[in-house]
């Protein structure tokens, strides 16, 4: 049996015993964190489902394509109407202000104009966007932290007299409940059994090898991690990467190059963006997470070949992430196999928040909809989100690997990942495995634990009326604002309350599409996230963004009705 079968093999031998949950997927009857470990599959699935000893794929209800972003069809053309009209006023106003400044105050704009001869770095129209709208919202961003970003974070307290050009620190620390950072399974800790780990191979090897891998980088203890993340993910190797962006944005375009294609989706993360423009191959975009536009693209591609020639391509590589941070979405991996098997194209995956936080052994989105691993060409994923680390990783075919370390510029000209952070990964993912034997139970029950945590968080945002996005289980829990003015006021009025947040616009996300994007934690209690929700609740109601309420209140009034009738 060879190395790739036996880390397959490996990867589905793990069953877990079941337990009787209740609608918020709380153990019946127990402490789950004193039980054996649970299949947190069954959590990802909708109430009322049966569990299932084995992975088993989505139901094809969940796997049916569907348009971009469908929720929008639910709200009302008004609302629509208002954004786009809110933004059309700021646009305006803010040309107005550039025009009477440039009249009456020419001497805050001289980085604007020519200067000796040189044309300025940034012109005015293209700064405008920063300047004028940016910059009156820039205390919602970058706000500065001391200390570990766990389930609470320190915040430091700043403030502006100058319309957010400059800040001043005031000296206070406001200690404020975190759903702002990615810290799907509670790893990102000062103190237990990962930091204990990291402070012993500080001891032992030093913080750094001071060197690529291709020189004098590559340790034991960078060997051993990254044979254990090849045997996480179920591929035969892997190559870590010390910068996450770095591992697209350098190892693609040793992937791919002229005479080849891919095809992206249209949300895909900048980094892909990055890697794939900087390949030089033909880029073609699809809808996203819609199949049949993908399916259309790569027919016309095939039987179109190359532009000019219509020679063949080399390559063709289709990239998907497994979940889309911005919108909580899975991707549909079982349909793009399916096209992958009928087109004979490579696959490329960003695991990079799925990996960790989604599937029964927290393996990704192919643990996620119980496909082999191997049927994916290119696994990528980074340590930042689900194990308190840093950096990330490319697994695949043994030649595939073998390759990129003397190809990929990440493995020749990058420096090594250091001791600290390959000691953290290692230690958290062989606690995810099971394989630390003094704490042989955890890793799963952090699992557990961000499942029951997004399921329940989830609901309640929808049972309270809010137009949330995403797929059930999904960590990442988008919340649509809409209007410009909502945003800023969304995030001040959740620091007032000791709540950190992330709120995101234009162009980040399509303009009308602006949302606050809540992480959610294995280190969250219920109580953390009930203050949340009844907080969250309260700025509802003062900013009117609880466009679903009607339609809620009508359900439950007609959920009562019937159960009066079943009495009667």
Request: proline share 4%; net charge neutral; aromatic share 8%.
């Given at each position: 049996?060879?190395?790739?079968?036996?880390?397959t093999q490996a990867f589905k031998s793990t069953e877990f015993i079941e337990q009787a949950r209740d609608e918020d997927g709380l153990v019946i009857g127990g402490n789950p964190f004193k039980l054996a470990p649970t299949n947190s599959?069954?959590?990802?699935?909708?109430?009322?489902?049966?569990?299932?000893?084995?992975?088993?794929?989505?139901?094809?209800?969940?796997?049916?394509?569907?348009?971009?972003?469908?929720?929008?069809?639910?709200?009302?053309?008004?609302?629509?109407?208002?954004?786009?009209?809110?933004?059309?006023?700021?646009?305006?106003?803010?040309?107005?202000?550039?025009?009477?400044?440039?009249?009456?105050?020419?001497?805050?704009?001289?980085?604007?104009?020519?200067?000796?001869?040189?044309?300025?770095?940034?012109?005015?129209?293209?700064?405008?966007?920063?300047?004028?709208?940016?910059?009156?919202?820039?205390?919602?961003?970058?706000?500065?932290?001391?200390?570990?970003?766990?389930?609470?974070?320190?915040?430091?307290?700043?403030?502006?007299?100058?319309?957010?050009?400059?800040?001043?620190?005031?000296?206070?620390?406001?200690?404020?409940?975190?759903?702002?950072?990615?810290?799907?399974?509670?790893?990102?800790?000062?103190?237990?059994?990962?930091?204990?780990?990291?402070?012993?191979?500080?001891?032992?090897?030093?913080?750094?090898?001071?060197?690529?891998?291709?020189?004098?980088?590559?340790?034991?203890?960078?060997?051993?991690?990254?044979?254990?993340?090849?045997?996480?993910?179920?591929?035969?190797?892997?190559?870590?990467?010390?910068?996450?962006?770095?591992?697209?944005?350098?190892?693609?375009?040793?992937?791919?190059?002229?005479?080849?294609?891919?095809?992206?989706?249209?949300?895909?993360?900048?980094?892909?963006?990055?890697?794939?423009?900087?390949?030089?191959?033909?880029?073609?975009?699809?809808?996203?997470?819609?199949?049949?536009?993908?399916?259309?693209?790569?027919?016309?591609?095939?039987?179109?070949?190359?532009?000019?020639?219509?020679?063949?391509?080399?390559?063709?590589?289709?990239?998907?992430?497994?979940?889309?941070?911005?919108?909580?979405?899975?991707?549909?991996?079982?349909?793009?196999?399916?096209?992958?098997?009928?087109?004979?194209?490579?696959?490329?995956?960003?695991?990079?928040?799925?990996?960790?936080?989604?599937?029964?052994?927290?393996?990704?989105?192919?643990?996620?909809?119980?496909?082999?691993?191997?049927?994916?060409?290119?696994?990528?994923?980074?340590?930042?989100?689900?194990?308190?680390?840093?950096?990330?990783?490319?697994?695949?075919?043994?030649?595939?690997?073998?390759?990129?370390?003397?190809?990929?510029?990440?493995?020749?000209?990058?420096?090594?990942?250091?001791?600290?952070?390959?000691?953290?990964?290692?230690?958290?993912?062989?606690?995810?495995?099971?394989?630390?034997?003094?704490?042989?139970?955890?890793?799963?029950?952090?699992?557990?634990?961000?499942?029951?945590?997004?399921?329940?968080?989830?609901?309640?945002?929808?049972?309270?009326?809010?137009?949330?996005?995403?797929?059930?289980?999904?960590?990442?829990?988008?919340?649509?604002?809409?209007?410009?003015?909502?945003?800023?006021?969304?995030?001040?009025?959740?620091?007032?309350?000791?709540?950190?947040?992330?709120?995101?616009?234009?162009?980040?996300?399509?303009?009308?599409?602006?949302?606050?994007?809540?992480?959610?934690?294995?280190?969250?209690?219920?109580?953390?996230?009930?203050?949340?929700?009844?907080?969250?609740?309260?700025?509802?109601?003062?900013?009117?963004?609880?466009?679903?309420?009607?339609?809620?209140?009508?359900?439950?009034?007609?959920?009562?009705?019937?159960?009066?009738?079943?009495?009667?």
């Amino acid at each position: 049996m060879g190395k790739g079968q036996r880390a397959t093999q490996a990867f589905k031998s793990t069953e877990f015993i079941e337990q009787a949950r209740d609608e918020d997927g709380l153990v019946i009857g127990g402490n789950p964190f004193k039980l054996a470990p649970t299949n947190s599959g069954s959590l990802l699935q909708d109430e009322g489902q049966a569990t299932s000893k084995k992975t088993t794929p989505a139901p094809a209800e969940e796997s049916k394509p569907q348009k971009v972003l469908s929720e929008l069809e639910a709200v009302p053309s008004l609302i629509l109407v208002t954004t786009y009209l809110s933004f059309l006023m700021l646009i305006v106003f803010a040309h107005l202000r550039d025009f009477f400044g440039k009249l009456f105050y020419p001497a805050n704009y001289v980085q604007l104009r020519v200067q000796n001869g040189l044309a300025p770095m940034v012109s005015d129209f293209e700064s405008l966007w920063t300047r004028r709208l940016y910059g009156r919202i820039r205390d919602c961003f970058n706000r500065p932290i001391t200390g570990v970003a766990g389930g609470h974070v320190n915040l430091l307290d700043r403030v502006s007299t100058d319309f957010n050009k400059t800040f001043e620190f005031t000296g206070r620390v406001r200690n404020v409940l975190n759903l702002a950072s990615y810290n799907y399974l509670g790893f990102a800790q000062s103190e237990g059994p990962c930091a204990d780990k990291v402070e012993a191979a500080l001891l032992e090897h030093g913080l750094t090898m001071g060197s690529t891998r291709a020189e004098a980088g590559r340790s034991l203890l960078l060997t051993e991690t990254e044979d254990m993340v090849a045997r996480f993910v179920g591929s035969e190797a892997a190559l870590i990467v010390s910068m996450g962006y770095a591992t697209n944005a350098l190892n693609i375009p040793a992937m791919v190059g002229r005479g080849c294609l891919i095809i992206s989706d249209e949300l895909n993360h900048s980094s892909l963006v990055s890697g794939a423009r900087l390949s030089g191959a033909t880029i073609r975009v699809f809808k996203h997470n819609y199949t049949p536009d993908l399916e259309k693209v790569l027919r016309r591609s095939i039987s179109q070949g190359q532009p000019r020639t219509h020679r063949p391509w080399k390559k063709i590589l289709v990239v998907v992430e497994g979940l889309y941070s911005m919108e909580g979405e899975f991707c549909r991996l079982p349909e793009i196999l399916e096209l992958r098997r009928r087109y004979g194209f490579y696959l490329f995956v960003d695991e990079a928040h799925s990996i960790g936080a989604l599937g029964p052994r927290g393996r990704g989105i192919c643990d996620h909809f119980g496909v082999d691993p191997r049927e994916v060409d290119v696994l990528m994923g980074t340590f930042t989100k689900s194990f308190g680390a840093a950096g990330g990783y490319i697994a695949g075919s043994k030649a595939l690997i073998d390759y990129l370390r003397l190809h990929s510029h990440s493995a020749v000209y990058a420096e090594a990942m250091s001791v600290p952070v390959l000691a953290q990964v290692s230690s958290s993912m062989r606690m995810i495995m099971g394989e630390d034997r003094e704490h042989a139970l955890e890793g799963q029950q952090r699992l557990d634990q961000l499942a029951i945590n997004t399921r329940y968080f989830a609901r309640r945002l929808a049972d309270m009326g809010f137009m949330t996005m995403g797929h059930p289980g999904s960590p990442v829990i988008p919340l649509l604002l809409f209007s410009p003015a909502k945003i800023p006021a969304f995030s001040r009025e959740c620091l007032k309350r000791n709540i950190a947040v992330v709120v995101v616009s234009y162009p980040a996300t399509p303009i009308i599409t602006g949302r606050v994007r809540f992480c959610i934690s294995a280190s969250h209690t219920r109580e953390d996230l009930d203050y949340a929700l009844e907080q969250i609740s309260e700025i509802g109601d003062l900013l009117l963004l609880k466009f679903h309420k009607n339609q809620v209140a009508a359900a439950a009034a007609a959920a009562a009705s019937d159960d009066s009738k079943k009495i009667q």
